[in-house]
């Protein structure tokens, strides 16, 4: 069967209904309803795991004072601005005061934590 565009001949089957060989990843889902659904599923369990998180860290003893008062006292949005400014401060900086790490032998870092 002749093709009108370029002339190039069809595969035979092509239009008699037969399901074309879909190209790409295979589906993990269905249908976009099932992916949706999916999704919402793993943004409640996401949202109920940073509830308690929060939850936690509010109730948490705070050995600084202004960062106790402020989460203490304050309202969700301050107490979380005020608990990711101290982990900023206090834990994400580490790295950079650490002694450098000595290479083995092996080729492993050998350093105090």
């Known amino acids: 069967m002749e093709n009108n565009v370029g002339g190039r001949k069809e595969k035979e089957g092509a239009r008699e209904g037969a399901k074309p060989r879909e190209r790409g990843r295979p589906r993990?889902?269905?249908?976009?309803?099932?992916?949706?659904?999916?999704?919402?599923?793993?943004?409640?369990?996401?949202?109920?795991?940073?509830?308690?998180?929060?939850?936690?860290?509010?109730?948490a003893h705070w050995e600084d004072p202004e960062l106790l008062r402020t989460v203490s006292l304050g309202d969700e949005?301050?107490?979380?601005?005020?608990?990711?400014a101290y982990f900023r401060k206090r834990h994400w900086s580490r790295a950079s005061k650490l002694p450098r790490a000595q290479v083995g032998e092996e080729g492993t870092s050998r350093g105090d934590p």
């Open 28 to 59: 993990k889902w269905e249908t976009s309803r099932a992916r949706k659904q999916a999704y919402a599923v793993r943004r409640r369990e996401r949202d109920q795991l940073l509830e308690g998180l929060l939850l936690a860290m509010l109730n």
């Open 77 to 84: 949005a301050e107490a979380v601005t005020a608990l990711t």
